[in-house]
């Protein structure tokens, strides 16, 4: 049987991905509402309940209004906004945080899609808070840097109207209070909110995450070899992952930190640099904030509540 699929918010920059991954499948229909008509509560109301599953691509609230418009129990929801990120009620989407993850989202009724910051920290420390290396109340920073289609239609507006006057480099969230920070928090395990500074470049998509680690005061040192193996295994025993760890190596600079390089897909890639002399370590993940952060991510995870193959449309 075909799927009905509804993308509430289409015309934003994630609807647009998502409408273009799923071009061209022959087992899912995808239904629109008409441009004149996506502020009629009525028509989306509509729409939601006709679909088996609704990708929802809205602000947190016109999200939550969503949801409270479908009424028929049996639609599906993948929610891409924060809204439901750390709800109990709604399974988290990133397929690759746990061994059995996957098969939650397989038989969740609703999905938060992951934010595109939290999972570059949560595939890197998770790892190691299961595997004992660092405790959980362990103080860590976050440093991150995003293409300006992180901010949404108005940052995108602004950069591309700033031409060549445009910031390179423009630190923001300086309150300490992002939206991300509670579900950073929950899923890496943390026991307390990471410090965490996100910053905006002048490209428009694609990202990398750092996490720097000051060992010398744990009571048990971890050395670098063994950050990297905790990591390293954490995902090889994950079927259909899209993340992959690179091998563990001493190296001043590699140009597989571009935080471009991954655009377009939606892969993971995670390294592990280390100074065992100084007890000093650097966790970090390269990925597209509009794939494996937004869109992509989504796609995953409607393979895996339709029962196909995660990477279908994702090539």
Same mark, same amino acid.
């Given at each position: 049987?075909?799927?009905?699929?509804? @993308?509430?918010?289409?015309?934003?920059?994630? =609807?647009?991905? @998502?409408?273009?991954?799923?071009?061209?499948?022959?087992?899912?229909?995808?239904?629109?509402?008409?441009?004149?008509?996506?502020?009629?509560?009525?028509?989306?109301?509509?729409?939601?309940?006709?679909?088996?599953?609704?990708?929802?691509?809205?602000?947190?609230?016109?999200?939550?209004?969503?949801?409270?418009?479908?009424?028929?129990?049996?639609?599906?929801?993948?929610?891409?906004? /924060?809204?439901?990120?750390?709800?109990?009620?709604?399974?988290?989407?990133?397929?690759?945080?746990?061994?059995?993850?996957?098969?939650?989202?397989?038989?969740?009724?609703?999905?938060?899609?992951?934010?595109?910051?939290?999972?570059?920290? @949560?595939?890197?420390?998770?790892?190691?808070?299961?595997? =004992?290396?660092?405790?959980?109340?362990?103080?860590?920073?976050?440093?991150?840097?995003?293409?300006? $289609?992180?901010? =949404?239609?108005?940052?995108?507006?602004?950069?591309?109207?700033?031409?060549?006057?445009? /910031?390179?480099?423009?630190?923001?969230?300086?309150?300490?209070?992002?939206?991300? %920070?509670?579900?950073? $928090?929950?899923?890496?395990?943390?026991?307390?909110?990471?410090?965490?500074?996100?910053?905006?470049?002048?490209?428009?998509?694609?990202?990398?995450?750092?996490?720097?680690?000051?060992? =010398?005061?744990?009571?048990?040192?971890?050395?670098?070899?063994?950050?990297?193996?905790?990591?390293?295994?954490?995902?090889?025993? @994950?079927?259909? /992952?899209?993340?992959?760890?690179?091998?563990?190596?001493?190296?001043?600079? $590699?140009?597989?930190?571009?935080?471009?390089?991954?655009?377009?897909?939606?892969?993971?890639?995670?390294?592990?640099?280390?100074?065992?002399?100084?007890?000093?370590?650097?966790?970090?993940?390269?990925?597209?904030?509009?794939?494996?952060?937004?869109?992509?991510?989504?796609?995953?995870?409607?393979?895996?509540?339709?029962? %196909?193959?995660?990477?279908?449309?994702?090539?």
């Amino acid at each position: 049987m075909v799927a009905r699929i509804f @993308i509430d918010g289409e015309a934003g920059t994630t =609807g647009l991905q @998502i409408r273009e991954r799923l071009a061209g499948r022959r087992d899912l229909e995808v239904i629109s509402i008409d441009a004149d008509k996506r502020k009629d509560i009525n028509e989306r109301a509509r729409l939601l309940n006709a679909a088996d599953i609704a990708i929802l691509c809205l602000p947190d609230d016109a999200a939550k209004e969503s949801v409270a418009l479908i009424d028929n129990g049996t639609t599906r929801v993948i929610d891409a906004s /924060s809204a439901f990120r750390v709800h109990p009620d709604w399974a988290y989407g990133f397929a690759e945080m746990d061994k059995g993850q996957s098969a939650v989202i397989a038989k969740a009724r609703f999905v938060s899609n992951p934010g595109c910051y939290p999972q570059g920290p @949560i595939a890197t420390l998770r790892p190691l808070i299961q595997a =004992g290396l660092l405790p959980a109340a362990y103080p860590v920073s976050v440093n991150a840097i995003s293409g300006y $289609t992180g901010g =949404g239609k108005a940052m995108i507006a602004e950069y591309e109207a700033a031409g060549a006057s445009a /910031s390179h480099f423009m630190p923001y969230g300086l309150t300490f209070e992002h939206k991300h %920070v509670p579900e950073m $928090t929950a899923y890496t395990k943390l026991a307390q909110a990471p410090l965490f500074v996100p910053s905006v470049g002048d490209y428009a998509q694609g990202m990398v995450t750092f996490v720097p680690l000051q060992l =010398g005061h744990l009571g048990v040192v971890p050395r670098g070899e063994e950050l990297h193996a905790a990591i390293a295994d954490h995902f090889a025993a @994950i079927p259909d /992952s899209f993340v992959s760890v690179a091998p563990y190596a001493a190296l001043a600079k $590699t140009p597989e930190l571009d935080p471009q390089i991954y655009n377009n897909t939606n892969t993971m890639r995670l390294h592990v640099f280390a100074n065992d002399a100084r007890a000093q370590a650097v966790l970090v993940a390269v990925y597209d904030n509009l794939g494996k952060g937004a869109s992509g991510a989504a796609v995953q995870n409607l393979n895996l509540m339709l029962g %196909v193959s995660p990477r279908e449309g994702l090539a």
